[in-house]
């Protein structure tokens, strides 16, 4: 049987399988945290990663915005070395990326984001993240982008044709597009194409989404064996610690798997106290304390 993800060790998760990692992510009991960063911009610390700083600060598993995957760079990682392979080198952590299923016709409710084809859900991206060895995609959209919920579904079918790894799929807010973020038809829908985790806003980020809505909808992915990620992606990821701790609670209280926290502080990175207050709000000091004192190379 697999160890749960916060108590493994580094040579254990890179070892995991993508049915694995996520029976390793289930067994934690809600207390797993994904870190999201910008690859693109100068990091919090000019001559590291935000990925180390991430891990360093709590985060199980980390989500990287804005890599164009069919010309895959990081910000600190050579341009000689394969980004994917040298991030997990230096973290230890399951690695996954943003692919973004643009809508064109989509009735926006602000001015659109055009982003480059390396960013899109596609097949030709898809089959780049494979190549890279990416252990998980999130289907979502960034702000202004015209992400929709119909095309996320598409992306998910698509993306089952050419991609091994766990797949992620929702909005964290509406993308700029004028349509519902979430709803228990689009989650059904995401189920039946194919998603292995859903992912909703958090608790608190999005006006009208309250904890009625989400205990509905982490029941009905856990009936169909998935699980739910919330999602802080509203800039409120650099607010005050306390407010930080408010939304995990609650979230935890819904019962979400993993609890995710945005990049839109400076550097392209939560500030890491935040991160730091979200990991001990929802599995404690002890737990904790273990994540980052955890050498990479156990």
Known sequence: ?????????????????????????????????????????????PDITNAELSRAFGADLILLNGLDALEPKVVNVDEDKQVVEELKRLVGR??????EPVDEVANMA???LNIAEGRQANTKTVQAIEQLGLDFVCMTGNPGTGVTNEKIVGAIDNTHKHF???IIAGKMHSAGVDEPVITTEYVE????????????????????FDE???????????QNGGLVMSAIGTSQESSDPSTIRDFAIKNKICGVDIQHIGDAGYGGLAPVDNIFEMSKA????????????RSINR
């Open 189 to 208: 829908k995401f189920i039946n194409a194919g998603a292995d985790i859903i992912l909703v806003p958090s608790i608190g980020t999005v006006p009208g």
């Open 110 to 112: 602000e001015e659109k």
């Open 94 to 99: 399951p690695i996954g990326v943003n692919l």
């Open 282 to 293: 929802i599995r404690g000091q002890r737990h904790t304390v273990s994540m980052v004192a």
């Open 164 to 166: 091994s790894g766990l």
């Open 212 to 222: 009625h809505q989400l205990k509905e909808i982490v029941k009905a992915v856990h």
């Open 1 to 45: 049987m697999v160890k749960r993800l916060i108590s493994a060790n580094a040579s254990e998760i890179l070892q995991m399988s993508p049915t694995e990692l996520k029976q390793s992510i289930k067994a934690s009991d809600g207390r797993v945290i994904l870190a999201e960063n910008v690859v693109t911009r100068t990091p919090v610390i």
